[in-house]
């Protein structure tokens, strides 16, 4: 056995030592294994087409097939638009006794072979035409558009059983019909059926729908069956192993950052919806906007955050608003949002597919990296989104989220690259580059977002700071005990309620989560007085998990932030390297200045860095904001 190198004072030198552990069921217990999901075929967000913002539930083959054709004719799904996906309304009935799902074949004539009607005609058609093919389901028994949608159109028929249309009870024999024998390549699967049939809603009591205990309360954390609407989405994920076998798939998630989805949507779908439905109006994109922008490290090849489809081409992102429609796309593909235009592309004018069709932008947004931007400034009038690429450049992009003209300035910090050096960039909108050093100063139009590719002089040379690379580092375990709402989303009015009731309370899940470049809660890094620009915050008792990729070494400081509280217990920060432990810090307290800790890598392919919270905060489910200041990996 080699030796364990402890920090037993400020600036200690650590001492290697590699023991192995057994796989237990503490979270905080490292596995050498990356647990966030790569199943699927998500190594970068997906692209394409859905019916739903187009057509709402009154879809056919014709719209779909004309929206696919316009893929191809504006060349489209040449820079990676091939999924083209039918959302609510194609369903006929389940067929008793067997329960088959039955396709409405009024609207989808080629699907009428015979009793049991297929979509395999239609599938073949769209992959004969070099596309991808999605469809929708409910994990409940019934879908959104029977519970919560009055003017429905193409409501599923028949008796009560017959229009169970959801996942719930039939979730092998779907999965099998939707890949194994209709072969689609993508699936949505929406959360309303285990969420709006209690025993007193309207439609159960009227009779036409069965009730379902709810699973999900949009309104409560606490009165969600976290461990529940898991299961059942994971049994979605078994079926899609069983029945999809090794060819691609897309499983995307849509529980709208309820149920605490925040913490495990990443280990089960390929995509995950972190809020309520978008709208074509401002004000509600940048609701959504919100659900995201702090969620960087939950967000990986294979897994990513979805903050809804676009709605670029109606309402407040229409052609006639051309400021507001390039930023809506810019800051989706800036997050690594899957880019699902939602708009009846029969229609598609110039100026739209001059959005759509930025080569440029669509590449910030598949590039190989899968860092999500972080934020390097925030405000409520003003963001910086800034990216690292897998080529070494930046996209950056400055957001004014206000109806005025705004002010801002971006530095060569923010994007952690030499003040002293040139900065090039290269606006991505009308090409044009220019240089600067140390900062620039731009105008923001109102709701203007200003995006850019930026090349210089790393700060870093020899290395990468944890931050710059958010696709390789996963929460696998991040200290939240106790999920609570995120107070900072903008809480616009929704569309479906008005100026009613009281008016949008916070309620998606992640308020204390891990973030990059900041503590927990969105607080300054700051240990003992000492500010820092870069680094990981999470809260004490978390496993974060890091790809290693070449590097030779890690390097960090470790210590409690200041946002944190005295006399609140210890924390003991450890890192591990392929299930083995390498270096591990003294136990740190409130107000002790940062310490150095740093490990060797060589022949490392999964490093996790533990932060283990000991005293009475810990035990009662507030721990100490603990903080990997300057964590970058070296050659």
Known sequence: MSRVRTLATLGTALVALCTPIAALADPLTPTGKWSANTDGSAAVPPMGWSSWNAFNSDVDEEKVLASAQALIDTKLRDIGYRYVNIDDGWWLKRRQPDGRLLIRTSHFPSAAIGADTSFRPFTDRLHAMGLKVGIYSDIGRNTCGQIYTPDFKNQPEGSVAEREVGLYGHVDQDIALFFAEW?????????????????????????LYRALTPLVDMQSLGGSDIAGIRRLYEQVHAALHTHAGDRPYIYSLCLWGAGDVRAWGKDVGNTSRTSDDIQPVWPRMLTNLDTVTHRALYAHPGSWNDPDMLFVGTGDFDAVHSAEARSHFALWAMLNAP????????KLTPDLLAIFGNADIVALNQDSAGNQAVLAYDSSEVQTFVKTLADGSKGVALSNRTASPAKAVLTAEQLKMLPTADVRLKDLWTKKEQSFRKEIAVTLAPHETLIFRATGKRRLPGGLYLSEQTGRVNPATDGVVVPQPDPTIYQSITPWTGTRGGGEHPQYGGWGGAEADRAPYGKLLRVAGTDFDTGIGVLANSRLEVRNQG?????????????????????????????????????????????????????????????????AAANAGAPQPAIWADAALYK
Request: charged share 25%; hydrophobic share 40%.
């Open 183 to 207: 072969n689609f390549d993508f699936l949505k699967v929406d959360g309303c059926g285990a969420r709006g049939l209690p025993v007193d809603a309207p439609r159960v009591k009227s009779g």
């Open 339 to 346: 880019l699902i235009i939602g708009y009846d592309l029969r």
């Open 551 to 615: 590097y030779a070494r890690f390097a960090a400081k470790v210590g409690i932030n200041d946002s944190g509280q005295p006399r609140s217990g210890t924390t003991v920060f450890e890192i591990w390297g392929d299930g083995r432990l390498l270096a591990k810090s003294r136990p740190m307290g409130f107000g002790e200045a940062a310490v150095p800790l740093e490990a060797k890598l060589a022949g490392v392919r999964i490093v996790e860095l533990v932060a283990r919270g000991s005293g």
